[in-house]
């Protein structure tokens, strides 16, 4: 027998033989009566019709969700909000990824289909010739000192973040996988010649990131250079002629422990654990320092590295292996802002420096005792490289108010190019608001940093809802980015956008990050707390209305939040996010469960544990009256998904409206187009009923 259900969109058929019988058979004895048996074969057909019906409306409900997502409560995306959304879900940004070693051209990474990939540039606006074909994001780099295009590649399957290595021979060919295909690698420096890599890899244990020596030229044995125990060590750089490595023992954001690698003896040797300075009793910067950014110079015992001993930010330092002392680099001394860059010239000493001032970078070229600063446009530089010939630095040069794009700086001439330009979508770039930093104190009278984007024409007489972004990490830090979405949020709803470094956020001193560790993890809550109160103070903000928003460790903070501050906060959403400590440190992937202790807390220790039990916004979900959307996932290593599937059914017995996307290709955020642009649009369409109170026009 043959059912037709009707929709506005399709007609769909389903077909249910009365061969129904053949199942319901084994569920009727002999012993029941010919009558019952057709009345429970009538009842399973009616059933199985229903069934039927159910999943055509939710199919059509659904027909805008790609096949990989599940979602829970999300209506009906509608076609003048995807309309709408097109242009700002357009735009297309690229970040450099290395010279050419023939010296021609340069790599970048972008996004034209499904996923980033990578791409050729020859020439300063020229097109981008697309170099990487994979169904996963794809990182990347040349092989230094080969000039046919040979690539090193690392992708991930699904999310899993178990990084496996490819290598493609010249410029044409299929990647041939590098590594084992199922355990965790990470690609380290490769040597000047091309010839060797360090890869960190967890193949023996699935849980130690142990250190290896892998042949890149032709395919080889792999040499052990260091078996981990409960360690992570990264390497950082080779020495010119490639003997020695750099590394360092990471143990927390704010301890770490320099070395260096002897290659063919396998020796790890220890360096001094910070300059020697006059200091003040008591120090206030006598504890653990961190060491970040080792690169060795022209010579085999000269290292640049940044390190916040003795200092509340990371200063540059000049380290002679021989002699095992520091020299501050004089000019730089006065500096209170971090150095999170380096880059050396080879063959000239030329050193290219990044600075993090309160969230915008400033770039500097050292020679010698001569220092200038490079006149870049305002934004976050990072990725910084000079070119074979020694006569270019290129970088990648994020703008509050412009994608993303690849720039060079030439020494020589002293002239900033911008070699690729990211599209909008097709937008006007002036109608793009760029935000201004303010502060706020907090409940104990500490100056909170954040960046408030204001809608166009504000007046006390059109107060605007507000959006709080809420950074990961929590060892992060917001900057002064551009963002579509945020863009959108600005012109198309009406909505302020506000995006606060809470305490425990990077960039503002060793001090500023420990201040939400462990048991004073709430306090960084607190000053979302702050900064309503601070919403409330401004002439053009409805207090009224104020939604919140956050990834990984922001997801946290959004529910925290919502348990907190009920009656002020219309509405949440909450993207990989933290809902219990304990489940999250008990089953997130082995090799990183000791490094989230170390800012979390240790949930084994019986103090701790109790705290967890206290905050944990499951322990709360009773509080929460506020919408929530929680979008998952369902392979992320980090925050597993099981935290999504914790919280969600707990806020739903309040009777509050909770919107659940859950995604089965994707681990730790949305990275794939598809699956992100209808994350954006289903989060629009939720800010519009919950926060908004009016559709898009």
């Not at 769909?12 to 033989?17: K, R, S, V």
């Not at 690609?187 to 091309?194: E, K, S, V």
């Amino acid at each position: 027998m043959t059912i037709v259900t009707a929709t506005p969109a399709r007609v769909i058929i389903c077909y249910l033989p009365w061969g129904v019988a053949s199942f319901s058979e084994p569920l009727v004895s002999r012993k029941v009566s010919d009558k019952k048996s057709r009345e429970m074969k009538r009842f399973l057909f009616f059933l199985a019709a229903f069934v039927c019906i159910r999943v055509s409306f939710a199919e059509e409900a659904d027909r805008r969700r790609p096949t990989a997502l599940t979602t829970t409560g999300v209506p009906e995306i509608p076609t003048a909000l995807v309309d709408r959304l097109r242009q700002y879900q357009s735009v297309r940004s690229a970040a450099f990824r290395g010279w050419a070693p023939d010296g021609n051209g340069m790599l970048i990474a972008t996004q034209f289909g499904g996923t980033v990939q990578l791409h050729r540039v020859y020439e300063p606006g020229g097109r981008r010739e697309q170099v990487s074909f994979e169904e996963e994001p794809v990182s990347g780099q040349f092989l230094p000192g080969r000039t046919d295009g040979t690539l090193l590649l690392e992708m991930a399957k699904g999310g899993n973040e178990n990084f496996q290595v490819y290598r493609r021979l010249g410029q044409y060919g299929r990647p041939e996988l590098w590594t084992d295909g199922k355990s965790r690698n990470l690609l380290g420096p490769i040597n000047d010649a091309g010839t060797h890599a360090i890869i960190a890899s967890n193949k023996r244990n699935g849980r130690d990131m142990d250190v290896y020596l892998v042949p890149l030229a032709e395919r080889g044995e792999w040499t052990e250079l260091m078996q981990v125990e409960n360690q992570t060590w990264h390497a950082h750089d080779w020495s010119p002629d490639g003997k020695r490595v750099l590394l360092t023992r990471y143990v927390s954001i704010n301890e770490s422990h320099p070395a260096v690698l002897d290659v063919a003896t396998k020796v790890v040797t220890e360096l001094p654990p910070g300059p020697l300075r006059p200091v003040v009793t008591p120090d206030p910067h006598s504890g653990p320092a961190s060491f970040t950014q080792l690169h060795f110079g022209t010579d085999n015992h000269t290292v640049y590295l940044a390190t916040d001993a003795r200092s509340e930010f990371q200063q540059l330092y000049r380290l002679n292996l021989n002699m095992s002392d520091y020299t501050q680099l004089a000019k730089w001394t006065s500096w209170t802002w971090d150095v999170e860059e380096i880059a050396v010239e080879r063959k000239t000493g030329e050193v290219a420096v990044v600075t993090n001032e309160e969230g915008s970078s400033a770039l500097w070229l050292l020679d010698g005792e001569d220092v200038k600063q490079v006149p870049v446009p305002t934004g976050v530089v990072d990725h910084v490289e000079f070119s074979p010939d020694g006569r270019q630095l290129g970088f990648t040069l994020a703008r509050p108010n412009a994608p993303a794009d690849a720039f060079s700086w030439d020494t020589a001439e002293k002239k900033l190019t911008q070699w690729t330009f990211g599209e909008v979508g097709g937008l006007d770039p002036q109608t793009f608001i760029t935000p201004k930093l303010v502060r706020f104190p907090s409940f104990d009278k500490r100056s909170i940093p954040a960046f408030y984007f204001a809608p166009k024409n504000t007046s006390p007489d059109k107060k605007f809802p507000v959006i709080i972004q809420i950074h990961g990490g929590p060892e992060s830090q917001a900057r002064p980015l551009f963002s579509g979405i945020e863009q959108f949020y600005l012109n198309e709803m009406g909505i302020a956008v506000l995006v606060p470094n809470v305490r425990g956020s990077a960039g503002y001193g060793k001090t500023y990050l420990t201040l939400d560790n462990g048991p004073k993890r709430e306090d960084s809550v607190k000053d979302i707390g702050a900064l309503l109160d601070w919403i409330a103070t401004q002439p053009e903000l409805d207090a009224s209305r104020v939604a919140v928003s956050g990834g990984s460790y922001g997801g946290f903070m959004v529910l925290s939040s919502l348990t907190h501050y009920p009656d002020r906060l219309k509405a949440g959403i909450d993207n990989v996010g933290i809902a219990n400590f304990i489940t999250f440190l008990e089953t997130t992937s082995g090799y990183r469960r000791d490094l989230r202790r170390a800012e979390y807390g240790d949930e084994r220790d019986p103090e701790m544990r109790a705290v967890f039990e206290r905050i944990n916004p499951t322990a709360n979900a009773h509080k929460i009256r506020s919408a929530l959307l929680v979008a998952h996932g369902k392979n992320d290593p980090r925050v597993p998904f099981s935290e999504a599937e914790l919280i969600a059914p707990l806020v739903r017995k309040n009777n509050a409206p909770v919107w659940t996307i859950y995604a089965d290709n994707e681990g730790h955020g949305f990275r794939r187009r598809e699956n992100r642009d209808y994350l954006t649009a289903a989060s629009v369409l939720f800010l519009e009923q919950h926060l908004v109170g009016k559709a898009v026009p």
